[in-house]
Nanobody, 121 residues
Framework: VQLVESGGGLVQAGGSLRLSCAAS????????MGWYRQFPGNQRALVAS???????TYYDPVKGRFTISRDNAKNLLYLQMNSLKPEDTAVYYC????????????????WGQGTQVTVSS
């Protein structure tokens, strides 16, 4: 399975971006998918996740501003980012827990190459 992100770029504070992640395999068969971000010098941190059953989790700083969604028919994962802040500037990664559905504890084993999001003040 390969994951390819797109949609990153430069945006002013308060603006919006939509990230997309195209999977080479059927995301319907994945236990979960998610978005992570990485600040310079830091580890990757979870932004949002969505399981095969539709259970969604958001990292607190993005709640109410970001929305994760998936299109199983097109094998696409999205992250709609609204009201962007300079502190959202990071490299955003798409990730998949490619195990069959049913696992409660998520373990991401497949990653995209990342897409840069830069929010100017």
């Amino acid at each position: 399975v390969q994951l390819v992100e797109s949609g990153g770029g430069l945006v002013q504070a308060g603006g919006s971006l939509r990230l997309s992640c195209a999977a080479s395999g059927s995301i319907f068969s994945f236990n979960a998918m998610g978005w992570y971000r990485q600040f310079p010098g830091n580890q990757r941190a979870l932004v949002a996740s969505i399981t095969s059953t539709g259970r969604i989790t958001y990292y607190d700083p993005v709640k109410g501003r970001f929305t994760i969604s998936r299109d199983n028919a097109k094998n696409l994962l999205y992250l709609q980012m609204n009201s962007l802040k300079p502190e959202d500037t990071a490299v955003y990664y798409c990730a998949a827990d490619s195990r069959p559905p049913g696992w409660v504890r998520l373990e991401y084993d497949t990653w995209g190459q990342g897409t840069q999001v830069t929010v100017s003040s």
